[in-house]
Each structure stands twice: as structure tokens, then as C-alpha cells.
């Protein structure tokens, strides 16, 4: 049984930068996919980016450019670095796990963290 664990959220003024980090335990016996989403209050759950397995990497247009998601797998623990964030990037962010392809919708993700709330102040 895969956990997730995010941290590193935090207050920021636009055009600043924060970098998330999603700690996992349990261990994984076959390809897989962890990604990032977020929540704005009201809003549905959005994707951000992902990594599988293999080390492919996929972003939301919206993100593409600015931020950057990498794994350290010594560490267990996956990345999102945020640069040039915008007030718009307000919201919980949440780290998920998957067995299998990459998927972008919220489905299919069998493990999610605790998320961490990330605001930009304009």
C-alpha cells in the first residue's frame, strides 16, 4: 500500500516561486504514474503534471513553461517546482499515485496525499 505525504506549500507573492515535494513508502511492483493536482475552492479537482514510471513528464497548458516536476527515487519523493506563479495558482495542490499510463483526469489515481495549500497574493 502506497502513502503520500506533501509538503512544502506555503504564502507567496505572484512572480515568486515554491517548490513541492511529495514523500511515498510502500513500495511499487510495477510501472506506475504519481502526479500533481489542485483544487481552488468551488472548483473540480484539475491536473497539473505527472511523471511515470519511466521518467515521462506531462503538463497542463497552464503550467507548461513554469513549472517542472522530477523525482528523486533514493528519496522516494517526488517535485513540483513553481516558478513565475500567478494568484490563479491558488489552491491546494495534491500529490496521487497510480499503477499503469498516465492519465490526467482525477480517475483512475488510487492514492492521494493530504494536499497543501498553496496561495499567491497579487
Known amino acids: 500500500q502506497v502513502q503520500l505525504v506533501e509538503s512544502g506549500g506555503g504564502l507567496v507573492q505572484a512572480g515568486g516561486s515554491l517548490r513541492l515535494s511529495c514523500a511515498s513508502s510502500?513500495?511499487?511492483?510495477?510501472?506506475?504514474?504519481m502526479g500533481w493536482f489542485r483544487q481552488a475552492p468551488g472548483k473540480e479537482r484539475d491536473f497539473v503534471a505527472a511523471i511515470t514510471w519511466s521518467g515521462g513528464t506531462y503538463y497542463a497548458d497552464s503550467v507548461k513553461g513554469r513549472f517542472t516536476i522530477s523525482r528523486d527515487n533514493a528519496k522516494n519523493t517526488m517535485y513540483l517546482q513553481m516558478n513565475s506563479l500567478k494568484p490563479d495558482d491558488t489552491a491546494v495542490y495534491y500529490c496521487?499515485?497510480?499503477?499503469?499510463?498516465?492519465?490526467?483526469?482525477?480517475?483512475?489515481?488510487?492514492?492521494w496525499g493530504q494536499g497543501t495549500q498553496v496561495t499567491v497574493s497579487s
Open positions: 510502500g513500495r511499487t511492483f510495477s510501472s506506475y504514474t
Open positions: 496521487a499515485f497510480k499503477y499503469g499510463a498516465y492519465y490526467s483526469t482525477p480517475q483512475g489515481y488510487t492514492t
